[in-house]
């Protein structure tokens, strides 16, 4: 059984750094295709992608904010982490992880974690 | 980047009734795309991935179509467990969402 779960600070404070931890269990990022992404959706609004790193240590990203992020993965640990630089309170947001899987050649989150979120206020 | 753009952005249905919520993308994503379902403070939950094949114990009255930049997610007979909303997803490298499908009761 596959489950991810996010931690990390409910509280912020603008141009801070937010890091985030993704705990994983039930697949290894050492195995082949598989990778790990965040997801953020702010009160209300849509569901936006972040980034992913993969079992190889390849990593993408939004464009909109590359320069911002960061995605790094502790394959002993089983866990992936999230940095954003220069926080803003229009990041405010609940932050999910998920499972990239490979469903008949398709990438995609087929679990997620329940979601963690996050205030940017000073 | 490319674009995803749901229509509409509220639907009004009730029970029994047949539900099409339409996707389009900005540029050709062949069918790389996926549909969820989110339930408020729920995280998503994966309906469809490639377009058209059903997720295993996502029940049949959920189906998907389209290929290009056209797509649709259609629920047959709408039933009270399926007033949430809807994304669909592209995943053709990098990932976009679109901006969501609100079902309501009418």
């Known amino acids: 059984q596959i489950t991810l779960k996010e931690s990390g600070p409910t509280l912020v404070k603008p141009t801070q750094t937010l890091t985030l931890t993704c705990t994983f269990s039930?697949?290894?990022?050492?195995?082949?295709?598989?990778?790990v992404g965040w997801i953020r959706q702010p009160p209300g609004k849509a569901l936006e992608w972040l980034g992913i790193v993969y079992w190889n240590d390849d990593e993408r990203y939004s464009p909109s904010l590359q320069s911002r992020l960061t995605i790094t993965k502790d394959t002993s640990k089983n866990q992936v982490v999230l940095t954003m630089t220069n926080m803003d309170p229009v990041d405010t947001a609940t932050y999910f992880c998920a499972h990239r899987g490979v469903i008949d050649d398709s990438g995609v989150f087929d679990i997620w974690g329940q979601g963690t979120f996050v205030t940017v206020s000073s | 980047d490319i674009q995803m753009t749901q229509s509409p952005s509220t639907l009004s249905a009730s029970v029994g009734d047949r539900v099409t919520i339409s996707c389009r993308a900005s540029?050709?994503?062949?069918?790389?795309l996926a549909w969820y379902q989110q339930k408020p403070g729920k995280a998503p939950k994966l309906l469809v991935y490639?377009?058209?094949k059903l997720e295993s114990g996502v029940p049949s009255r959920f189906s998907g179509s389209g290929s290009g930049t056209e797509f649709t997610l259609t629920i047959s007979s709408l039933q009270p467990d399926d007033f949430a909303t809807y994304y669909c997803q592209q995943y053709t490298g990098l990932y976009t969402f679109g901006q969501g499908t609100k079902v309501e009761i009418k």
């Open positions: 490639k377009a058209s």
């Open positions: 540029q050709s994503i062949i069918n790389w």
């Open positions: 039930g697949f290894s990022l050492r195995t082949k295709d598989l990778g």
